[in-house]
């Protein structure tokens, strides 16, 4: 691995980390780019405008799959015609690339990230949840991914071998059974798309709060700081667990979204939006790196997925991780249960297209607000602007907001710089 250089000094934190109950398995498999519905965003739409022929080389990149409920219906309406908001489902596979074979890992692929991205109605908010992999949940009975017929039934099993018994459709039909929402839209990508995309973007800005050595994934970052990461570099911070928070799989999620917010700014950023062989990149590495359910790979779809995503504030994009412990025992020993109470509540609030506000930034455990976070300063008024003739006149007292309600569920927006908290 090349050598890392920080870009800036950090202070470490230090406050003591709680132990976490540990998951048995490590996983080789990186969180990836849970938000591509993201990265597709601007890349999509910018694509599109580099002309037909642009357009032409993407769609022959795309290899499709097609969902359950896709076999009943006809071809889809664009975003634009739904009367609601949209979802879709972003699955990390873990399937060897290498024909020499993976070290660690078996021949069952597994989805070991899986990541759902709600856009609201109005186009105005998104959220992506995070499902721990280790989540045990209920599988609904699934189409096989050979064709030769269906998977029984099953009450309790790891969230991440739904990919092995039916491939993507069959877990599009676990997280349906689990969170009430319909998906439209699903995506699955491998290792190789990590990587080609952070090239693509020239670099992911990473903030660490403390030295990162982890031989299982073969991450070192010397001292705290902030590092561009690109490459195989941004594949093995995505997948360190034992390098970050307590080793388990629930803080490493809180360090995947140090990354996935960076991600985000920069696809957002004028140095991406502005750099039209750049865009061009990231829609190849993308596409071609991806297997997209069939109303999804269609590039008018693309394009109106992308023009309702881009434009939403950063600070209006919102990563969650699905409520889940460790240390419960019975069908889930060793593995992740759901808290309940936490689950209902925060899908009762995304099935309604109701906002929400985070207790804080990050968990504490695998990531923590960034101390030397940029300061954004409030906009100065302009004394020769136009009066707004809807301004609240002086003297009067302006209606007051409805407060948001504030969720004890761990996460960050886009707009929150957070450290990536160093297993000590």
Not at 18 to 28: C, D, E, I, V
Not at 66 to 89: D, H, K, M, R
Not at 264 to 271: G, N
Not at 365 to 374: C, E, I, L, M, V
Request: charged letters at 20%; proline letters at 6%; one cysteine or more.
């Amino acid at each position: 691995m090349s050598d890392l250089r920080p870009r800036s000094n950090r202070s470490a934190h230090t406050a003591g980390i709680a132990r976490h109950g540990q998951l048995k398995k490590s996983s080789p498999w990186p969180a990836i780019l849970k938000f591509l519905g993201a990265a597709l965003v601007v890349v999509l739409v910018s694509g599109a405008s580099l002309g037909a022929i642009v357009v032409s080389q993407i769609k022959d990149n795309l290899t499709t799959v097609t969902l359950v409920s896709e076999e009943t219906q006809g071809p889809p309406p664009s975003i634009g015609a739904y009367s609601g908001g949209f979802n879709i489902l972003i699955v990390g596979s873990d399937k060897c690339e290498d024909d020499s074979g993976c070290a660690g890992r078996g021949s069952a692929e597994l989805n070991d990230v899986t990541m759902l991205l709600h856009v609201s109605a109005d186009q105005t908010n998104a959220v992506a949840v995070s499902i721990p992999r280790d989540l045990v949940v209920p599988i609904p009975s699934c189409p096989q991914a050979d064709g030769t017929g269906t998977t029984s039934a099953m009450s309790a099993r790891p969230i991440n071998e739904t990919l092995y018994y039916g491939g993507l459709p069959c877990t599009v039909l676990t997280v349906e059974a689990l969170t009430g929402l319909d998906i439209q839209f699903a995506g699955l990508i491998t290792f190789n798309g990590v990587i080609e995309m952070s090239n693509a973007v020239g670099g992911v800005d990473v903030c660490v709060d403390g030295p990162i050595r982890d031989k299982y994934t073969g991450l070192v970052m010397d001292a705290a700081g902030t590092y561009k990461l690109t490459g195989s570099d941004a594949l093995a911070f995505l997948r360190t667990r034992h390098g970050v928070g307590d080793g388990s799989d629930l803080t490493r999620i809180s360090s995947q979204q140090v990354y996935l917010s960076s991600l985000v700014r920069t696809l957002k950023s004028a140095e991406t939006l502005g750099d039209p062989i750049k865009i061009y990149n990231l829609a190849k590495a993308a596409t071609g790196s991806m297997t997209l359910s069939k109303n999804f790979s269609n590039i008018d779809t693309l394009a109106s997925i992308a023009l309702a995503l881009k434009d939403i504030p950063l600070e209006k994009v919102t990563f969650v991780q699905f409520p889940g412990t460790t240390g419960v025992g019975g069908a889930y020993q060793g593995k992740v249960a759901p808290v309940k109470a936490k689950v209902e509540r925060l899908f009762d609030l995304i099935r309604s297209d109701t906002p929400f506000a985070l207790a804080g930034v990050g968990d504490d455990r695998g990531s923590a607000a960034d101390p030397n976070a940029p300061v954004v300063e409030a906009p100065v008024p302009d004394p020769a602007a136009t009066v707004d003739p809807n301004a609240t006149a002086p003297g009067t007292t302006a209606p007051a907001e409805t407060p948001l309600e504030v969720l004890d569920v761990k996460g960050q927006t886009a707009a929150d710089y957070t450290c990536s908290v160093a297993n000590r």
